[in-house]
């Protein structure tokens, strides 16, 4: 017996080290991005999206679409962007050359680089909710690649096409995980694309669904990335990798999948993945608590470089499914209550992200403002608005007439968007906002209409009326996710009960 598990351990860790040609481990810093779906009966203005991005300090978004208006609003903003390419046009895309390059014209290059386009996503889980698209699909990538390559932007921006986690099966043990045959012939010369192009294999990932449709096979604690003891984790009796959670087994399923097409230098991005923080009475797990825990404990793990099992140390990136919740969206109450955010900017909930770094900030709720006190002296205030903009060093050219903030053309107003945004500047130190006892903090946000000042999650400003033209959010197929996507097959959970049953019986 000890000579048999001698031998699997060698066996094991020689697999491991075959794993030479990883090429890609310090090529990508991983990080974490935000789905942007619009199907919202009250869809905030793209500025007041913009506002929330970047007092969240999110970095990085995927929109469902090339939304001019959403592309207007990303501009300078440092934001680095995912556009789409919707399904409902990809037969298009996908027949014609030319409507690729059209498309990548006005919604790529007409942006780019004042808005920072980093990947297009071509379709959205096309094999699973298209597939009499999936014909298309390869030509699709190329002639969009092949637009890019003229407008000399392939080096800039990567071109793939998200799937849903259920073209792989077999997905636990990972190291036996591969592609539903039947759509070789489109994965071999999908991979053959992405791995000549230098792109990402784009995967949406959902534990949820996967805990779900289990029936108790899976933990609930392995699904939302809690601590397990050792004796509890999942092992890969091939690999002796031990697995923690169902988001790291998915990834190395991929890997694996990928290795047994012969592809082994292709790195995963996670496109979608996140729980729903609200369901109806047959969705007790959709909760608060969590959603909570599985998006924190996500981030922290992309963050951490902690990586996968089989790839250690190579994190990631991974996009929240999503930032607002979803009011319009059909199907159970859960298919709603995705979001970080409603519709006004307010947290859904809190993430418990102690030392997360940059991302998503978790002091929405006690927002403070630095605004001019009621009954101040006028000329008191001129002097100090007269210093904030000059020695202060506050930008004040939103002030001036005809810009955002000009209205109401009082000192008191121009003197609180100076104060507030001096305040901001000192990193919300308390003394920072006294100005001569003129100034005062306060929780309400004084934003209006398109004067969104800086500390502002991005409220509905309602009177917002920028020179962009208003988003089009009714687009029924704005949002990737289908509501059958994260199916398990059945040898997937024959395995499960196996390993499972082995571990716990
Ligand atoms: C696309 O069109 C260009 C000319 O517009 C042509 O040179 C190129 O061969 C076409 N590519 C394909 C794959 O048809
Ligand atoms: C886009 O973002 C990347 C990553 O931060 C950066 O390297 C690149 O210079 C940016 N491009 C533009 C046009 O701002
Ligand atoms: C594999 O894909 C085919 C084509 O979509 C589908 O009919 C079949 O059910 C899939 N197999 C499994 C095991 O999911
Ligand atoms: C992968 O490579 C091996 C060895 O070169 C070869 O035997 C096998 O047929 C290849 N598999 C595929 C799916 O191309
Ligand atoms: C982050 O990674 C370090 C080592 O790389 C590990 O010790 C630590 O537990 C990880 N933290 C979390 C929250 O995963
Ligand atoms: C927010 O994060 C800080 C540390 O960054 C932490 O001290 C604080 O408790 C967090 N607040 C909440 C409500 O989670
Ligand atoms: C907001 O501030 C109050 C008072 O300082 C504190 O009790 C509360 O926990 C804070 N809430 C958050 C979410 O940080
Ligand atoms: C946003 O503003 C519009 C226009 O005033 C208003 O109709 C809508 O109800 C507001 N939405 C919210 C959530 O306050
Ligand atoms: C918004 O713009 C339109 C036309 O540009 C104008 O008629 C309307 O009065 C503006 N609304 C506000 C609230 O400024
Ligand atoms: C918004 O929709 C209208 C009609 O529904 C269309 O004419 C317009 O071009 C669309 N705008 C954008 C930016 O897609």
Not at 118 to 137: H, Q, R, W
Request: hydrophobic fraction near 40%; proline fraction near 6%.
């Amino acid at each position: 017996m000890a000579v048999l598990i001698l031998v699997l351990l060698l066996a094991a860790s020689v697999a491991a080290a075959s794993d030479g040609d990883f090429l890609f481990s310090d090529a990508f810093d991983a990080y974490i991005g935000v789905n942007i779906g619009t199907d919202l009966s009250d869809m905030p203005h793209p500025t007041q999206v913009v506002a929330l991005l970047k007092a969240q300090q999110i970095r990085h978004v995927r929109l469902y679409n090339a939304d001019r208006a959403m592309l207007l609003a990303l501009a300078n903003t440092g934001i680095q962007v995912m556009v789409s390419v919707p399904n409902d046009q990809l037969l298009g895309i996908g027949q014609s050359n030319s409507t690729a390059a059209n498309w990548v014209s006005h919604n790529v290059v007409a942006h780019y680089p004042a808005t920072n386009i980093t990947a297009i996503s071509v379709g959205s889980e096309v094999l699973t909710s298209i597939p009499n698209a999936a014909t298309v699909l390869i030509n699709a990538l190329k002639f969009i690649h092949s637009a890019l390559v003229a407008s000399n932007l392939d080096g800039q921006i990567k071109v793939s096409t998200p799937l849903s986690s259920s073209v792989i099966l077999d997905s636990f043990p990972p190291s036996q995980a591969f592609f539903n045959r039947s759509w070789n012939p489109v994965m071999v010369p999908m991979l053959n694309f992405l791995q000549s192009t230098g792109s990402f294999f784009m995967l949406n990932i959902y534990p949820y669904y996967d805990y779900m449709e289990s029936n108790g096979v899976i933990p609930l604690d392995y699904a939302l990335f809690k601590p397990l003891p050792p004796n509890k984790e999942a092992v890969d009796a091939n690999t002796l990798l031990h697995y923690s959670n169902v988001f790291d087994a998915m990834v190395d399923a991929a890997y694996f999948a990928m290795a047994f097409l012969n592809f082994t230098n292709i790195p995963v991005m996670v496109t979608e993945s996140g729980w729903p923080s609200k369901g109806d009475s047959t969705e007790p797990d959709a909760s608060l608590e969590n959603a909570n825990a599985y998006n924190s404990n996500l981030i922290r793990h992309v963050l951490n470089k902690t990586g996968t099992p089989k790839h250690p140390g190579i994190a990631v990136s991974t996009y929240i499914y999503e930032l607002y919740n979803e009011d319009t969206k059909p199907g159970p109450i859960s298919e709603k209550n995705w979001g970080l955010f409603d519709a006004n900017g307010s947290p859904i909930y809190i993430l418990h992200l102690t030392g997360s770094g940059m991302v998503l900030a978790n002091d929405t709720t006690n927002q403070t403002f630095c605004t001019a006190r009621d009954g101040a002296d006028p000329k008191m205030l001129q002097a100090a608005l007269d210093w904030a903009c000059g020695p202060g060093k506050v930008d004040c050219t939103t002030l001036s007439q005809g810009q955002a903030c000009y209205e109401p053309d009082n000192v008191f107003a121009h003197a609180s968007y100076a104060f507030d945004t001096y305040y901001h500047q000192m990193g919300k130190d308390s003394e920072s906002c006294d100005f001569n006892g003129v100034a005062a903090i306060t929780t309400t946000d004084p934003s209006h209409g398109s004067c969104i000042f800086p500390g502002s999650v991005g409220k509905n400003g309602s009177l917002v009326n920028i020179t962009a033209p208003s988003m089009n959010s009714t687009s029924s197929n704005s949002s990737g996710r289908n509501i059958c996507s994260g199916g398990l097959t059945s040898v997937f959970m024959i395995i499960v009960v196996l390993i499972w049953s082995a571990l716990f019986l």
